[in-house]
């Protein structure tokens, strides 16, 4: 497959942290600010993600995220919707350990 470089584009959001030293994905909900210009953390979500998971099987380097919507301010702001995510998002950093926050 071929690399596709990340440009950021207005509206993305960091919604949690990949470390692929400690084979983590931590959340960020609860946290707020910018990483490098891209606002991150949310208020509350169903979002739920995997590590090493990939369209529902066992994938090392990968990542699984399943969920519908995702706030980021308090009710009655209307929730984020993630549309279809269908396979998730897949992503491997082979050049650095912990990698930068995931999208």
């Known amino acids: 497959d071929p690399e596709v470089p990340f440009v950021p584009q207005p509206g993305d959001r960091l919604l ?3 470390n692929f030293a400690e084979t983590s994905v931590v ?7 910018e990483v490098h210009g891209i606002p991150k953390g949310y208020s509350y979500s169903d979002l739920i993600f995997h590590m090493n ?3 529902g099987g066992n994938n090392n380097g990968e990542f699984w995220v399943e969920g519908t919507y995702f706030y ?3 009710p009655p702001v209307p929730p984020t919707d993630v549309g279809n995510l269908k ?8 050049l650095h350990a ?6």
């Open 16 to 18: 949690a942290r990949a």
């Open 27 to 33: 959340p960020l909900e609860g946290e707020h600010g």
């Open 53 to 55: 998971m990939w369209d």
């Open 72 to 74: 980021v301010g308090t």
């Open 87 to 94: 396979l998730g998002v897949a992503f491997t950093d082979s």
């Open 98 to 103: 912990s990698a930068p926050q995931w999208y």
